[in-house]
């Protein structure tokens, strides 16, 4: 796969080496790419931004040094196919222009095993009060344009969140971790939190682990596990219960649900009273 980030803030983007996503970099998984946006501007200031039109507080980013760096990556993702399908890949599909915005569809799980997928994703970090609109509107027409938010709160800038993105993104990417096991079985990657995960010694100041996870007993582990996630989700994230397809459910899952408060029906789990 092949990602450009490009930042006014370049520097930002360094914890990119590191870690896993650092390793995937250096063994050719991940062709990551950073860009500093003023090297596009053409004035001896490097200016990237001015005021607003309509007036009100804060800059905003000027539109031509976007177009001049979005346009220097369009098609650097064009050749060689995917990391992720062996090189085969025709070519032929856009690349994804991620935009980071509070005002964005919220990043999610189910996202980041999409984008995955992608052959070429590029991410416009905006800065001030974010980017000329009308960027977005012309980048429409050689990029499949996201904007998308890290969640329902405000940042200084988008290089936060497109670190957070390209590392959820980028350890879904084939052999980026090392086990892909570990990738099953995680929290949202079937829609409920993972369960709760101990290590050695078994007793820690006067605090046991459960007795169920030194019993060897596999199958009564992986339902104790199942019923920890169940109750997990049930208190910290009632609202994934709320999206959670009811019919995957067993038997099993929908008594734990119902010792929980929950009345399960065809299709959907509802907080009961
Ligand atoms: N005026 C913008 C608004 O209210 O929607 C906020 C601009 S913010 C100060 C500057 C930049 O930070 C944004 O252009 C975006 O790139 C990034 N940013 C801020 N909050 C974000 C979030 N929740 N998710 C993703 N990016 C964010």
């Given amino acids: 796969m092949r990602i450009d980030v490009v930042s ?3 520097e930002y983007l360094a914890a990119l ?17 950073v860009h500093d946006l003023r090297d596009f501007t053409t004035d001896r200031h490097r200016t990237v931004d001015d005021t607003p039109y309509g007036g009100g507080a804060g800059m905003v980013m000027k539109a031509e040094p976007w177009a001049q760096a979005l346009a220097s990556v369009a098609d650097a993702g064009t ?10 890949s025709d070519g032929g599909t856009r690349p994804v222009l991620i935009v980071p915005s509070p005002a964005g569809a919220v990043f999610t799980q189910a996202m980041a095993y999409e984008l995955a997928e992608e052959k070429h994703l590029v991410f416009a970090c905006g800065r001030y009060e ?10 429409g027409e050689r990029f499949d344009v996201r904007p998308v938010s890290l969640g329902d709160y405000v940042l200084n800038g988008g290089e936060v969140a497109v670190l957070a993105m390209v590392e ?18 995680e929290s949202h990657s079937d829609g409920l939190l993972e369960y709760p995960v101990y290590t050695k010694p078994s007793s820690w100041r006067e605090r046991d682990v459960p007795e169920i996870l030194l019993s060897g007993n596999h199958g009564k582990i992986a339902q104790w596990r199942r ?18 397809d009811a019919s995957q459910l067993t038997k099993a899952d929908k008594a734990a649900l ?16």
């Fill in 8 to 10: 006014i803030f370049p």
């Fill in 17 to 33: 080496d590191l870690s896993l996503i650092g390793k995937a970099r250096q063994d050719g998984l991940l062709d990551l790419n």
């Fill in 79 to 88: 050749d060689g196919g995917t990391a992720n399908d062996g090189g085969t």
């Fill in 130 to 139: 974010g980017i000329d609109e009308r960027v977005l509107e012309w980048a």
């Fill in 168 to 185: 959820a993104i980028g350890r879904l990417v084939p052999g980026v971790v090392g086990n892909p096991e570990s990738l099953v079985e």
């Fill in 227 to 244: 019923e920890q996630q169940l109750q997990r989700t049930a208190a910290r994230r009632p609202d994934l219960l709320d999206k959670f």
């Fill in 258 to 273: 119902t010792a929980l408060g929950y009345e399960v029906t065809k299709d959907r789990i509802l907080p009961r009273g």
